[in-house]
Structures are given as structure tokens and as C-alpha cells.
């Protein structure tokens, strides 16, 4: 019995040295490129969509849109599959294109399916909930006028040991009436 007491307090005594020992943390500036594996990382996803969103508000579709309407377009962002082997959490990158559109100034978004399931159930409660002043209506949504879809792959080339990773990301922005790639 003498022996089970040493060896329960000696594990106690133990753990609470494990559990007391410090583990060093470093931040790093958000800003700070860190590529630590050379997998796709959330660095690659914001240079890309920065890069790319640069790019598709600089093309024709853009102000002959703007020539027959009007007013700026309303852009959903549909599926982009992640085609390669690593797990890309290809949200993540369709946050930041999100993003670069939204503070281009120069189109306007449309919630998600996901996130439009979420709304209308709010929506839904209003109406049964909400004063009449403050209710907002139910099928009053703003409908897209472009989806933009896409992929990211990756290409692998090796020799002796070392390997080069070529990822290419692909997006088409596709007018819903027609079904255009524009």
C-alpha cells in the first residue's frame, strides 16, 4: 500500500512539472511572409487573389458592363476546387478575392447558398417576429449578375531531391443570363 502512495504522488508530482512547463510562443507580424513547408499557404492566397483580382477588373467585361447597365455588377463566388493533393482550404482564398472586389469599390457581392440559408431563416423569423416597421421583406435578394468559379492545381517537378511546386489557379467569371465566360 506504502508503494502505491510513493508511485501515485511521484506521478502527480510529475505531471504537475509537465503541466507547468513553458511553451514559447512567437508572434509574428501579420504582414510577414512565412513559408515554412512550401505548401500552398495563406500568403499564396492573398498574392494570388490580389493579383488576379487586379486582373479581371481590368478587361473589357468590366466597362462594357458598366455601358449597358449602368451601375456596378453583383458578383457571387461559386465553387473553387481544390485539385491538388495537400488540403488547401480553397475558403480562405475565396475570402480574400471576396475582399480585393469589395474594397475595389467597383462591384458589389451576393451572400453565399451557405450563408443565404442562414439570412433567410432570419428573414423568416421576422416575419413572424419582428415589428412591421423594422421586418425586411422576404424575396426582395439581389440577384448576381457573374459567378465566378474556379481551381487551384499544382504541377510537381523533381530531380534528385529537390522539387519545384508550380501551383495554377484558374477562375472564370461567368455571366448567370447567358452562361458567358467573360
Known amino acids: 500500500m506504502k508503494r502505491v502512495m510513493i508511485v ?6 510529475l505531471l504537475a512539472i509537465i503541466g507547468c512547463a513553458k511553451t514559447k510562443v512567437t508572434r509574428l507580424d501579420p504582414n510577414t511572409q512565412t513559408d515554412l513547408s512550401g505548401r500552398w499557404n495563406d500568403t499564396d492566397a492573398n498574392l494570388v487573389a490580389t493579383e488576379m483580382m487586379k486582373d479581371v477588373l481590368s478587361r473589357p467585361w468590366y466597362s462594357d458592363f458598366l455601358k449597358a447597365e449602368g451601375r456596378d455588377p453583383v458578383i457571387i463566388v461559386g465553387n473553387v476546387r481544390n ?27 451576393v451572400a453565399s447558398p451557405e450563408e443565404r440559408k442562414e439570412i433567410r431563416a432570419e428573414l423568416a423569423s421576422q416575419q413572424e417576429y419582428a415589428s412591421t416597421e423594422t421586418m425586411k421583406k422576404i424575396r426582395e435578394e439581389t440577384g448576381a449578375d457573374f459567378m465566378m468559379q474556379g481551381s487551384i492545381k499544382v504541377i510537381l517537378d523533381a530531380q534528385d531531391k529537390v522539387v519545384v511546386k508550380f501551383y495554377q489557379t484558374d477562375l472564370q467569371l461567368i455571366e448567370l443570363q447567358s452562361t458567358e465566360k467573360v
Open 8 to 13: 501515485a504522488v511521484a506521478l502527480l508530482v
Open 83 to 109: 485539385m491538388t493533393t495537400e488540403h488547401i482550404d480553397s475558403e480562405v482564398f475565396i475570402n480574400d478575392i471576396e475582399r480585393e472586389l469589395i474594397n475595389s469599390g467597383m462591384v458589389r457581392f
